[in-house]
């Protein structure tokens, strides 16, 4: 579960790169919110979070308490947001604790795509749907898929099935050139929609980085912008 692998293949046997980000930034301001701030959620709201998110997972939750009291232990990878983003270190803790994030590189493969998709879904007790790595690789063949394209194919076949079941796939939006990604039942995400966990960082329904492959699929994309773009207020714990 190594989140920081970036995981990179290529397609037709040609290597990807990671694409150069925006990077992290520590401003103190939510990208188009007209200077809301940008200050950390309380501990009772991302607990709130944590349970609403992933449907009560007893795993993730005692996970997110973990971190918040400081005993997650070293080997977690989101230590690294302990000290400039809190509420990422503790949502993505309790997620990677409990098996239920996908982590890709934007340009990641089929192979790694396919894996952690699988990863994703079967977290809510679903498959991924038959036949994506042929249709990508009829894609790839025809010339059709563009560099980093891999990704968005999969969300576009896999999100059928979420929607049909009641569930959103949200993201981590940490303002990199990483997907990360989980399973979250559709009441939970348009409650969280937008709601900012860090610096220019948000909890987001996945659907508008991937808006160009729902198109071409003719599917419905659910939010069309950045979660910036309307950054919603915290929901208050009960």
């Known amino acids: 579960m190594g989140m920081m692998s970036w995981l990179v293949a290529g ?4 290597a990807g790169f990671i694409a150069p980000g925006a990077g992290m930034t520590q401003g103190i301001t939510r990208a188009g919110s007209g200077g809301t701030s940008d200050a950390p959620l309380s501990d009772a709201q991302i607990l709130q979070a944590a349970d609403e998110l992933t449907a009560g997972d007893p795993v993730a939750i005692t996970a997110a308490k973990a971190m918040l009291s ?3 232990g070293g080997e977690s990878p989101f230590e690294y947001y302990r000290s400039f983003a809190p509420n990422v270190a503790v949502l993505g803790h309790a997620l990677w604790s409990a098996d239920r ?3 890709l590189d934007w340009a990641a493969g089929t192979e790694d795509s396919l894996d952690q998709f699988d990863l994703m ?5 679903l498959d991924l749907p038959g036949g994506i790595a042929e249709h990508i690789d009829a894609g790839a063949a025809a010339g059709t ?3 980093g394209d891999v990704v968005g194919e999969v969300y576009a076949m896999v999100w059928p099935r979420l929607r049909a079941e009641g569930y959103h796939v949200v993201g981590l939006n940490t303002d ?5 990604m989980f399973v979250s039942p559709e009441a939970a995400a348009l ?3 937008s709601v900012s966990i860090g610096p220019n960082m948000y909890f987001e329904i996945a ?3 991937f808006s160009r492959n729902m198109q071409d699929a003719g599917l419905a994309v659910s939010v069309p912008d950045h979660p910036g773009t309307h950054p919603t207020t915290p929901p208050k714990p009960d």
Do not use: C, I
């Not at 397609?11 to 040609?14: D, E, V």
């Not at 879904?121 to 007790?125: I, P, R």
């Not at 990199?176 to 990360?180: A, N, Q």
């Open 11 to 14: 397609l037709a046997g040609t």
């Open 70 to 72: 400081g005993q997650a």
């Open 101 to 103: 994030l996908a982590e």
């Open 121 to 125: 879904v079967s977290a809510v007790g």
């Open 145 to 147: 898929l563009r560099r």
């Open 176 to 180: 990199s050139d990483m997907h990360m």
């Open 191 to 193: 409650r969280w929609q």
């Open 207 to 209: 659907d508008w980085q």
